[in-house]
């Protein structure tokens, strides 16, 4: 059977401020593409779209960190953050995203290491990390070699 996709896909450029939590009253929202547009600020306030599965949030002007509770979206399959200007630590939380089957964190401002959480994601096919210049050179996690798919 064929699944239909409830989402939300906004023509590049035309954002230019916060999305607002309300956007989570759409209460079968599956997909989030603000891809390419210019949203100021930090990580949107949309922990409370609970059936959220697919989150895009590339090339933006997001700023701070990934939140700590990033795991509220408990069924997201597909993170894409590439190329924004994130900070802080990657939440260990994210380790918690049990679906997650995508997971693209390039091109940030990231600094620490690389939460050995990861390595819990049982169903994770495709990380990408690269352009993280904050990150000092070193060996993937022991954890990261978990994982069979």
Same mark, same amino acid.
């Given at each position: ?11 590049p ?36 779209? &609970?059936? /959220?599965e %697919?989150?895009? #949030?590339?090339?933006?002007? !997001?700023?701070?960190? @990934? *939140? =700590?509770?990033?795991? +509220? $979206? &408990?069924? /997201?399959? %597909?993170?894409? #953050?590439?190329?924004?200007? !994130?900070?802080?630590? @990657? *939440? =260990?939380?994210?380790? +918690? $995203?049990?679906? /997650?089957? %995508?997971?693209? #964190?390039?091109?940030?401002? !990231?600094?620490?290491?690389? *939460?050995?959480?990861?390595?819990? $994601?049982?169903? /994770? ?25």
């Open positions: 059977m064929h699944q239909q996709f409830r989402h939300c896909n906004f023509t450029q035309t954002i230019s401020e916060k999305i607002p939590a309300t956007i989570c009253d759409l209460m079968n929202l599956i997909v989030l593409d603000l891809s390419n547009n210019y949203i100021p600020g930090e990580f949107p306030d949309i922990l409370n779209c &609970s059936k /959220l %697919y989150l895009l #949030l590339l090339q933006k002007s !997001f700023v701070g960190p @990934i *939140p =700590a509770d990033i795991d +509220r $979206l &408990s069924r /997201l399959r %597909y993170l894409d #953050l590439t190329a924004n200007n !994130f900070s802080g630590d @990657i *939440p =260990a939380t994210i380790g +918690r $995203l049990w679906d /997650l089957f %995508y997971l693209f #964190l390039v091109q940030n401002e !990231f600094n620490g290491t690389w *939460p050995t959480e990861i390595g819990n $994601l049982a169903n /994770l096919e495709h990380l990408a990390m690269a352009y993280n210049d904050k990150f000092l050179p070193s060996a993937l996690p022991k954890e990261f070699g978990a994982w069979k798919s």
